[in-house]
């Protein structure tokens, strides 16, 4: 399988410290993405240009299934595309809060989350085997979180295709704020 990675940066600045985890996607791998993508823009107009010169009643019904599933894989691809070329993660551990950001260049929500009420913080599993696990691990798809915890009942997942080195530490560094953030409120 042909597998994409992140490249993860970490930068202390006094009492916060700063981690970017960023697409790591070969040259190749872009122009392959792009290249579908026109592909794939061309093959939607040319069977829209054949439904606008008028399609027989029993068939305008396959049409537009058609193009609702072209629509959302060209939304999908081009998705994937622009956050390979520029999107980012950003998780800023301060004091008692872990705020995170996905951003397409300087797109993006900032989501903080009190670090005393994070719990079962660890790394998110998947049967190496499984189907789930080998499309995540894809160069064409944005997802593959590996780290994930559990905020006031709900599931967050962070840290997209990142290797096994580089989830243990981020883990290690993350398990660290949350235990000293629970030590110092009690």
């Known amino acids: 399988m042909i597998k994409s990675g992140s490249k993860v940066s970490v930068e202390q600045i006094d009492e ?20 579908w993508i026109v592909v794939w823009l061309f093959c939607g107009m040319f069977v829209l240009l054949s439904f606008l010169k008028g399609v027989p009643q029993d068939q305008q019904v396959f049409y537009l299934v058609f193009m609702g599933f072209w629509a959302y894989f060209l939304f999908y691809a081009t998705r994937s595309f622009i956050w390979n070329r520029m999107g980012v993660e950003h998780i800023r551990l301060s004091n008692n809060f872990l ?28 049967d190496d085997k499984t189907w789930a696990k080998i499309y995540n691990d894809a160069f064409w798809t944005i997802g593959g979180e ?16 990142m290797d096994e080195a580089q989830v243990n530490k981020l883990l290690k560094q993350l398990s660290k704020a949350v235990q000293k953030a629970k030590i110092t409120d009690k």
């Open 146 to 161: 590996t780290l994930g915890f559990e905020y006031l009942g709900k599931k967050v997942g962070l840290g997209f295709k």
């Open 16 to 35: 916060t410290t700063l981690i970017t985890i960023s697409p790591k996607i070969e040259q190749w791998q872009v122009v392959s993405l792009g290249i």
């Open 99 to 126: 705020d995170y950001k996905r951003a397409f260049g300087n797109y993006g929500r900032v989501i903080s989350y009190d670090l005393e009420n994070i719990k079962n913080l660890g790394k998110v599993n998947y």
